[in-house]
């Protein structure tokens, strides 16, 4: 497959590129070293975008970007909340060492010392306010995996699960007697939050293999989905490709990509990726792939770069996807 996927890139390579998506190309489906003269330059190229300075410009001087996690559809700014602005930071490829991010780092570690809260009004999808240090925990390690603070919140994460799968499948009445032993209260939204975007982002390397299994196995046979990513089973592809659901299906297959005991369902969503190609070999979200998030990648997509943004996602993906394939069957072949 790794080949497969590298030959679609070096046709992409020997089209005119905006800086982004070259820039993606080589990080992401090539794996230069950081320090490669062509990763350097391209990388300084992909930060002059417009899209980046658009992004840059946007944000408050203490770091945010306006609210955290709620939404407001009356800013029309280049992104609508802190949370957005580091998922499209890290998409167009920000590193963490660049100002915007230090900036936003900073703001996090503020919330998680509880110096300062979020400026949002209480959102019913999270459990509030205690979801508050989860989800920015889980964000900050994006930007640094080993951050004490971000640590220190998800050891709690970890100790729920482990109580919750400790007899070999999810025991509901053992969570809810561990949260409240553990949080000082009673869970007023049951688990869902135990099998969510934000807890699967803030256990990422901390779990035992056979703790992981339990996890993912529970999510893919028993959860509709990944909770606040998608609302339907992971076990059957998205009708449509040019759809929302498609979007959202993308979303939680990259997520799972964490965790290399989803290696069978991950192969099963390459299949169907590889069959969603154009009548030119590409892969074309539509109208629909501008959600502000993951794309657009390049700065104009009057010219033709829906399709090229759409596959480099895709190339991407699928690399990450092998990669983790890879490695559980490595993990499988030492137990």
Same mark, same amino acid.
Do not use: W
């Given at each position: 497959m790794a080949d497969q996927i590298t030959m679609m890139a070096d046709r992409l390579m020997a089209s005119e590129l905006e800086p982004v998506p070259r820039y993606r190309l080589l990080r992401d489906v090539y794996c230069l070293p950081e320090h490669h003269p062509d990763m350097v330059e391209a990388y300084e190229q992909a930060m002059q975008s417009r899209l980046i300075l658009e992004l840059v410009q946007a944000q408050h001087d203490d770091g945010s970007f306006g609210r955290f996690y709620s939404r407001n559809k009356q800013v029309r700014q280049a992104s609508r909340t802190t949370e957005t602005a580091l998922i499209r930071a890290l998409s167009m490829g920000m590193k963490p060492d660049h100002p915007m991010l230090k900036k936003m780092k900073k703001y996090m570690e503020a919330i998680l010392r509880d110096e300062i809260s979020w400026p949002d009004h209480p959102d019913p999808s999270l459990d509030w306010p205690l979801s508050i240090k989860q989800v920015?925990?889980? &964000?900050? &390690?994006?930007? @640094?995996?080993?951050? +004490?603070?971000? $640590?220190? @919140?998800?050891?709690?994460? &970890?100790?729920?699960?482990?109580?919750?799968?400790?007899?070999?499948? #999810?025991?509901? *009445? !053992?969570?809810?007697? #561990?949260?409240?032993?553990?949080?000082?209260? +009673?869970?007023?939204?049951?688990? &869902? $939050?135990? #099998?969510?975007?934000?807890? *699967? *982002?803030?256990?990422?390397?901390?779990? !035992?293999?056979?703790?992981?299994?339990?996890? =993912?196995?529970?999510? =893919?046979?028993?959860?509709?989905?990944?909770?606040?990513?998608?609302?339907?089973?992971?076990?059957?592809? +998205?009708? !449509? #490709?040019e759809s929302r659901e498609c979007l959202r299906y993308m979303r939680a297959i990259d997520i799972l990509s964490l965790y290399p005991s989803s290696a069978d369902l991950l192969m099963h969503a390459v299949d169907w990726f590889w069959e969603q190609q154009n009548n030119y070999g590409l892969w074309d979200f539509g109208p629909l792939g501008r959600d502000g998030l993951e794309l657009p990648l390049s700065d104009n997509w009057r010219q033709g770069q829906r399709p090229i943004d759409s596959t480099v996602i895709l190339l991407t993906l699928m690399m990450r996807l092998k990669r983790t394939c890879d490695l559980r069957d490595k993990i499988c072949h030492s137990l």
């Open positions: 920015t925990a889980a &964000r900050l &390690r994006q930007l @640094e995996p080993d951050h +004490p603070l971000a $640590m220190k @919140e998800a050891v709690k994460t &970890r100790k729920l699960i482990e109580a919750s799968f400790e007899d070999g499948s #999810f025991s509901e *009445l !053992t969570f809810n007697e #561990f949260y409240e032993d553990l949080l000082g209260v +009673p869970p007023v939204y049951g688990s &869902r $939050m135990l #099998f969510s975007l934000y807890s *699967l *982002l803030i256990l990422q390397g901390l779990l !035992t293999y056979q703790k992981e299994v339990l996890l =993912i196995k529970h999510i =893919i046979e028993n959860c509709r989905g990944i909770y606040l990513v998608n609302n339907h089973s992971l076990k059957y592809t +998205p009708l !449509t #490709f």
